[in-house]
């Protein structure tokens, strides 16, 4: 693909050396026509050189070679469904971390309706245009969901407002479609007076176009009637109650935690007297831990460039199946011990530092996740909740413990959270997080209901490995207090 961009941007070049002689000679049309040299240059240029560029052997060829070179990688590129996701993305992320669609639009992320820090500040701002925030509008307003359709078409119609008039060829919507979309989204959320206006506005720009006429006269006769307000939005006119915005409640302080605590562990294992485990203990009930430099960067790397070739879209359980879902939106592959070294290493710094048997059946294999935009997992148990998931036809049991690698830094965004526990572990490169699901008694421990958060900025990567509770007997027993 690199090879194929640089190919043709040689070829733009040579078409972009032409329109530069004619911009340099001719930036003011008035002196063009005063000055007789400039003018037969002008006039030379369009009549001689032009057609020599548009119809030489050379541009024929570089066409044909443009659109050979799109054939070979046309299936590399984003498609349809990649871009209306990443605008799901952006309505994800603006919903979780409360952002100011505008602010979004001008590059700044930052909550609205406060004068906080942004939560990310990218070293390079980065726009919206018009078109690009009616596309997003219009991906929310396909699905009706015209709360977050009227937030990004009301801002889309604000910057085709100001550059009215004037062409832009990446463009490939318009004032009048951002008006016509926005009215009828505040037609659905129940305001016509405002329906009524964007519609009038737009036949301003287009008065032959009937049907927006006709819906000027409901519109009207909606409002004499005293229509309006009647009837309650649906939740699709409403503000989200996303589940994760749990994510941006405050979380109690360490210092009035004395029970947590940071140490060398070694866990009793050979494997860690010379090298003991960095543990920090993030909360007691559920049990979560956090070991520092639980692997190096090359070790991630290694992991991460394994699992690269293999990975695929996320799948989530759903009764006896395995299905994609909008609620986790990642790639994942999956990586036996067999292989690399390293991947044998780590398996064995897991057993040692969790104390659990990790031989097959008794563990799944390693789980590499990529997150990328927005990418995120909506709450959910790691441990099957019904004897009917698939999780018990390895006939193993449940998943007794979860251990999660950062194998990658974030700018922002991307931390795990345990929703009922009120806590939230950002990702912290080379780290592994440790919790149990599973109580001593056997009983799924609904304290661990966790979710990843959307990545604001960064890609972020994981390795899962999930432990079950066969072959743990006799390391973690069940205790006296069947309570437990």
Known sequence: LRAYLREESTRLRRLA?????????????????????????????????????????????????????????????????????????????????????????????????????????????????????????????????????????????????????????????????????????????????HALSLSKEFLQYDPSNRRVARNVVKYKKLLETGTEGCHSPTPQHCPPSHALLVFLFPQPASEHLPHLSCSYETNGSPYLLLQPAKKEMVQIRPYVALYHDFISDAEAETIKGLAGPWLQRSVVASGEKQQKAEYRISKSAWLKDTADPVVQALEQRIAAVTGLDLRPPYAEYLQVVNYGLGGHYEPHFDHATSRKSPLYRMKSGNRIATVMIYLSAVEAGGSTAFIYANISVPVVKNAALFWWNLRRNGDGDGDTLHAGCPVLAGDKWVANKWIHEHGQEFRRPCSANPQD
């Open 17 to 193: 050396r032409f329109y530069e002689k004619v911009r340099a000679l001719h930036q003011d049309p008035e002196a063009s026509v005063d000055n007789p040299l400039l003018a037969f240059s002008l006039i030379k240029r369009l009549h001689s050189d032009w057609p020599n560029v548009v119809y030489s052997d050379e541009a024929t060829e570089n066409t044909q070679a443009f659109h050979a070179g799109f054939k070979e990688v046309e299936h590399e590129l984003p498609g349809a469904e990649d871009l209306d996701g990443a605008a799901q993305a952006l309505m994800r992320l603006q919903d979780v971390y409360g952002l100011s669609v505008k602010g979004m639009a001008n590059g700044i992320f930052q909550r609205a309706g406060t004068s906080c820090p942004p939560l990310y500040s990218p070293g390079r701002r980065v726009s919206l245009s018009a078109d690009d925030c009616f596309h997003v509008g219009k991906v929310a307003y396909d699905t009706g969901d015209y709360y977050h359709s009227i937030a990004w078409l009301e801002e889309a119609v604000s910057l085709f407002r100001r550059s009215y008039g004037n062409w832009n060829p990446e463009d490939r919507s318009s004032l009048e479609d951002a008006l016509d979309h926005l009215a009828f989204s505040y037609f659905m959320a129940g305001n016509i007076s």
